[in-house]
């Protein structure tokens, strides 16, 4: 029976499982990625062709640029004040090379079931989507949704509707390629999911994965007027996004009476209205936002106009009727908001990231050549919080939300030269061997980079080193 178990065939089709299990985890599971893993190191050392995966390994540059990142972390405590923190943080980061390890040690077997993994996400997303759809819509279950981040069942938002942007560029690529109909279904659906989601990121994402697909299209003649087409509609949709974001929001000259709205208030809700709704904003802030965006007086008139729905809207955050306006519309009136009329940057995403980046700068002048250490970068932002008597609540202080930041904060320059250096070689490798595919995936982490600290999750992490890892692989000769 065991040599039954070692044959190769077993090997592969457990390799194939491993990989299955990257797919299925990245998208809604994070069982499935540690039991990936571990059984993909064990698969392997079963198997016991190291002098082949060595030989693999060595090849490899894209195996030890992401490598690097790892080492860069584990070089990092030496200088650490906080060794447990930089330790526990270490321990997570190992995912930068043992998923690397396990794609990279076999690259043939890997290009070879490429297209199929690639096909296994594009319908994990879409079931997914498709669940997260129905729960919102109440077909199955009762969950109450403050906002639309809510949305995703499985994990964040964010990730998820980059693995959404993602499957969208890699099903249009393939339609394009065979004209297969479900594919069609997929992109429309998933472009739905996208706009009905309203988060900004995966929106971004979606549009550089529309530049980046016309402007390969415009290499090929017969499908040059397709890459006109899409780069004018991302020109035509980013310039209206821009546009309607800059428009100052107009102020409704309604009647206020903070002390009729209060005892109003007070009748009808258990929240303190001298207190915050729930997601950190002033609440007397968000009553009188949601009563003028319905075009009522901000007094006991207008507030008894209100029904038992509105007062919940208002206390789970909800500032104008017009956030609820399905698709991106509700979300670029909350943007605008953002940017043109509120100072408190408490429940404001866009101020908040503001804050989060002036302190990151702030803590970088003062450690510029080598960073703070792996493992001292939230004690590091907690201290220049207190030190600048931030005005963020302390359940708001949070790190960088810009991977270069992080980088740059954590390893000083040297740090960030490094990690701008894997940024570049990869965009380079994967235009250069004309991998459209990998070079989509690559441009949306670069994007999420921006925002968020991409690579200071475990979800994260595993979504940027096992499909780095997979779509660098040289597609000898096979279609993506």
């Not at 310039?239 to 209060?262: D, F, G, R």
């Not at 070689?425 to 990998?438: R, T």
């Amino acid at each position: 029976m065991l040599n039954r178990f070692l044959h190769p065939k077993s090997h592969e089709f457990t390799h194939y499982l491993v990989l299955a299990f990257f797919v299925i985890g990245i998208a809604c599971s994070k069982a499935l990625m540690s039991i990936g893993i571990f059984l993909g190191l064990l698969n392997l050392i079963l198997e016991g062709k190291f002098n082949e995966y060595w030989k693999s390994l060595k090849y490899s540059k894209s195996f030890w640029l992401i490598s690097g990142l790892f080492f860069l972390h584990a070089i990092a405590l030496f200088w650490t004040s906080n060794l447990t923190e930089g330790l526990d943080d270490l321990r997570m980061k190992t995912t930068l090379v043992t998923v690397p390890l396990i794609v990279f040690s076999k690259p043939d077997f890997v290009a070879q079931k490429r297209r199929s993994l690639l096909i296994l996400l594009i319908l994990v997303v879409s079931l997914i989507s498709l669940i997260n759809v129905f729960a919102y819509f109440q077909v199955f279950g009762h969950r109450e949704y403050l906002d639309m981040r809510q949305l995703s069942l499985f994990g964040s938002h964010i990730r998820f509707s980059l693995l959404v942007a993602f499957s969208i560029g890699v099903s249009l690529f393939y339609y394009v390629e065979s004209r297969k109909k479900y594919f069609l279904i997929v992109i429309i659906f998933l472009v739905f999911y996208t706009i009905f989601s309203q988060v900004f990121s995966g929106l971004v994402a979606l549009l550089i994965v529309l530049m980046s697909l016309g402007l390969f299209y415009l290499k090929n003649k017969r499908l040059k007027l397709l890459g006109y087409a899409t780069i004018f509609i991302v020109f035509f949709s980013v310039s209206a996004i821009v546009v309607y974001i800059l428009q100052p929001v107009e102020t409704k000259e309604l009647a206020v009476n903070i002390n009729q709205l209060a005892e109003e208030w007070n009748k009808k809700s258990k929240l303190n209205f001298n207190g915050r709704d729930k997601k950190e904003q002033p609440l007397y802030s968000t009553i009188i936002r949601y009563l003028h965006s319905k075009d009522l007086s901000a007094d006991s008139i207008g507030f008894s106009k209100l029904s038992e729905k509105d007062i919940r809207e208002i206390e789970n955050g909800t500032a104008d009727v017009h956030e609820k306006t399905p698709g991106f519309i509700g979300k670029l009136n909350e943007v605008r908001f953002q940017l043109h009329q509120t100072n408190d940057p408490n429940g404001s995403t866009i101020r908040q990231r503001i804050e989060f980046w002036k302190t990151g700068l702030e803590i970088i002048q003062e450690n510029w050549l080598l960073g703070v250490g792996t493992g001292d970068i939230k004690f590091a932002f907690q201290k220049k919080y207190q030190e600048n008597n931030s005005k963020l609540l302390p359940q708001n202080r949070l790190e960088a939300h810009n991977t270069f930041l992080t980088f740059f904060i954590t390893f000083g320059i040297i740090g960030l030269l490094y990690f701008l250096y894997f940024l570049y070689s990869g965009v380079f490798q994967l235009y250069a061997s004309n991998n459209i595919i990998g070079l989509l995936f690559l441009l949306i982490m670069i994007s999420s980079f921006m925002t968020e600290d991409t690579l200071e999750t475990q979800m994260g992490i595993t979504i940027f080193s096992f499909l780095f890892s997979v779509l660098s692989i040289r597609q000898l000769n096979l279609h993506a």
